[in-house]
């Protein structure tokens, strides 16, 4: 654990040099804190599920642009341009990079799950804490052959840790390892 | 009730109990505000005409709501078993609830204003499983019996436990014959408490409701404008006089405001806590209070997760405090936390806080510091309330000086405040400080930490910081125990040590 929080450490620091990787880079912030990414399939999942909420709202916009800008002599089309175009980005472009923000580590008795860039929140929940698991998969995930696994602790914030775009078998195999863990400390 | 009594310690030829017959009469006294609804129904039949139907349809509705009470009393019944309780209820779809000793965590008793004279309370029990729903109650059954089922279940959970628990719970041995009582409030203390607890929110009320009902009110008079009443004194010829001596008119005014404030204060604080009392029973602290609205409450010390010391700038110049316990249950459905001492000295504090196993740091304690980012929000809304208000100047609405001149205000108060955010690592907890106006100090025990959060984002991050979040059981979903804005590699260190202390548990 120190080796990489060192790592991490540097290259934010701003009186020493910075590391030489690259911030921005793909998997960057993983390797740096020791974490293992999750699988990249996982962006497919992710993109199938923005094009699902997306579209429909590109489909909204476009249509209420039709509906309005010829009655208010507004300029037709610069709405639907915008709405498909930001649509368009954040299908192609953003899933991969999201997904390579999402990284986590099982070991040393603990479950790490770090995600995010602009606001990042590294969880840490120690086996012992562990009320129950679970390991669900929908039917996106499914044709990926990914599941995600939820951790449930009876913390009020962070009563639910949620891992996505984990291999089915190894989701079983995790949770199989946190339950070997799992302590009824209610009394 | 004579039955109840009688079969409660009786617990091996267990049999079918219901709740007290005096709950109709409560079911009775709930229709008051319920009949509002019939309203409608008689205003209509009084605009047709048919005045003789009023009467027996007013009859008619008492008659069904009391049939459909009577109903539910008859098809509710349970039944205390050897180590569980049985509840069977619902007149059209029926629900069967088995309850066992072992998951119930605690047992609240609550009396209103009706109940207490007629000697019946609502019995409640904590499964610890979230939301309220889950939560069963007893609603009502006779005191005394609610009190004996309370100390069956009691009795039970200590029973099996109690061998293993005696070496974990070092402060207080097991076998304590007397409950000691730990904190009460006289009238004198509750009187004092209650000027410090000074609040305009009821006149506040009253505004709204004057507000909300000029339009019906018969008269065209609202007491919260001012011409209002000088048209009222314009009546009596007293502009004249006011007018001379509009400093004592002003004084007037003031003076009334604050009898208000004060006495709101006092009238809540007495009504709340009248008759506190805080024990240490064996295995809780017991907390019974209120004036009309009676509660009995126990916080089982092994539950007990943080605690929180609050104060205000003022009362802490006088050395008052107010304690409270986070706990796995929840205290009633506003307050999340249990507020075992609302107002005190530290003194009286701290041997509370004893019998919780928890230590509050002495005034020694050094403390570090969050950064003073922390202000960064505050300062953010403060510039853009100045750019509002100039704007509104711009355009020339006078107003636009209040956001000018309240934004700097904002900003230093938010600045200096920052000062006030403080945590200290303190052996096996964790104390965090925080705000000037409110101070409020978290004492979180490491063995309580769930989980923990390390936070960055593209503010924190270019200076080197991060924002320790833990994950707590009970307590506020808004509210979390947060350390914001701290070096990363002390962060890193203290997460280290407190989730260590947890898996040497």
Redesign the interface.
């Known amino acids: 654990?120190s080796v990489p929080?060192d790592l991490?450490?540097d290259q934010?620091?701003?009186d020493t040099p910075p590391a030489p990787t690259d911030p921005f880079a793909p998997d960057a912030l993983n390797a740096a804190e020791g974490l293992d990414p999750v699988d990249p399939a996982y962006s497919h999942v992710v993109r199938i599920a923005t094009a699902l909420n997306l579209i429909p709202l590109a489909i909204g916009a476009s249509v209420a642009d039709w509906l309005v800008m010829p009655r208010i002599d507004g300029p037709y089309g610069l709405v639907t341009t915008a709405a498909w175009l930001f649509a368009l980005l954040a299908i192609v472009m953003l899933p991969a990079r999201r997904v390579s923000r999402w990284g986590y580590k099982i070991g040393e008795?603990?479950l790490r799950v770090a995600r995010g860039w602009?606001?990042?929140?590294?969880?840490?929940?120690?086996f012992?804490?562990v009320q129950h698991i679970d390991v669900g998969q929908g039917p996106v995930e499914r044709l990926f052959g990914l599941s995600h696994l939820v951790v449930h602790?009876?913390?009020?914030?962070?009563?639910m840790?949620t891992l996505p775009g984990l291999r089915s078998d190894l989701a079983a195999a995790m949770r199989e390892t946190i339950r070997r863990h799992i302590q009824t400390?209610?009394? | 009730m004579s039955e109840a009594v009688a079969v409660s310690p009786d617990l091996g030829g267990a049999q079918w109990q219901r709740l007290h017959p005096a709950t109709l009469a409560l079911a009775l006294v709930k229709l008051g505000p319920r009949s509002l609804q019939f309203l409608p129904a008689v205003a209509a039949l009084g605009f047709t005409g048919n005045w003789v139907w009023i009467v027996p349809a007013i009859l008619a509705y008492l008659l069904i709501a009391l049939a459909a009470a009577c109903l539910q009393w008859m098809r509710f019944r349970f039944i205390v078993g050897d180590d569980e309780v049985v509840i069977e209820s619902g007149v059209l779809s029926r629900q069967h609830r088995t309850i066992p000793f072992d998951r119930i965590q605690d047992v609240s008793i609550e009396q209103g204003l009706v109940s207490r004279a007629l000697g019946i309370a609502k019995v409640g029990f904590e499964t610890?499983a979230?939301g309220k729903e889950n939560d069963a109650h007893l609603d009502a059954i006779g005191l005394d019996a609610a009190q004996a089922l309370r100390t069956t279940i009691r009795a039970h959970r200590s029973a099996p436990?109690a061998a293993?628990?005696v070496a974990a719970e070092a402060p207080a041995p097991a076998p304590v014959a007397e409950d000691r009582l730990l904190f009460a409030m006289g009238p004198r203390r509750l009187l004092v408490a209650g000027l410090f607890n000074f609040s305009l929110a009821a006149l506040a009320v009253v505004g709204a409701g004057m507000q909300f009902f000029d339009d019906l009110l018969p008269f065209d008079f609202n007491v919260f404008d001012p011409r209002d009443w000088i048209d009222v004194a314009a009546d009596y010829g007293l502009d004249q006089w006011v007018l001379a001596h509009r400093w004592i008119a002003g004084l007037g005014a003031a003076i009334s405001l604050l009898f208000i404030g004060f006495a709101s204060g006092i009238a809540t604080m007495v009504f709340a806590n009248w008759g506190f009392r805080l024990t240490r029973e064996p295995r809780a602290l017991r907390r019974t209070r209120g004036l009309t609205t009676r509660t009995d409450v126990a916080v089982p010390v092994?539950r007990v997760q943080a605690a929180i010391v609050v104060t205000g700038w003022l009362r802490k110049r006088f050395g008052w405090h107010e304690l409270r316990l986070q706990s796995?249950a929840s205290d009633g459905e506003k307050e999340k936390d249990h507020q075992v001492v609302p107002f005190g000295r530290l003194g009286e504090i701290d041997p509370v806080l004893g019998e919780v196993a928890i230590r509050r740091p002495d005034d020694a304690q050094a403390w570090q510091h969050s950064h003073r980012i922390v202000a960064l929000g505050p300062i953010i809304g403060a510039t853009a309330a100045t750019i509002g208000g100039g704007i509104a100047l711009y355009l020339g609405n006078d107003v636009g000086w209040l956001g000018i001149v309240a934004a700097p205000l904002v900003a230093l108060i938010a600045l200096w405040a920052a000062r006030y955010h403080r945590w200290a690592d303190v052996g096996d907890l964790v104390a965090i400080r925080r705000g000037w106006w409110k101070p409020k100090m978290t004492l979180l025990p490491h063995a309580s930490?769930?989980?923990?959060?390390?936070?960055?984002?593209?503010i924190l991050?270019?200076?080197?910081l991060a924002t320790l979040?833990?994950?707590?059981?009970?307590?506020?979903?808004l509210a979390?125990?947060e350390i914001p804005a701290i070096p990363?590699?002390v962060a890193?260190d203290l997460?280290?040590r407190i989730?260590a202390a947890?898996?040497r548990?």
């Open positions: 654990m929080r991490f450490k934010f620091m701003t008795g603990q602009l606001f990042r929140t590294d969880t840490i929940v120690p012992v804490r602790t009876s913390g009020t914030h962070n009563s840790v400390d209610f009394a | 610890g979230g436990v293993a628990s092994k796995l930490v769930q989980s923990v959060d390390l936070k960055t984002d593209f991050r270019p200076f080197g979040v833990f994950g707590v059981p009970g307590g506020s979903s979390s125990h990363l590699g890193q997460r280290s989730l947890g898996l548990q």
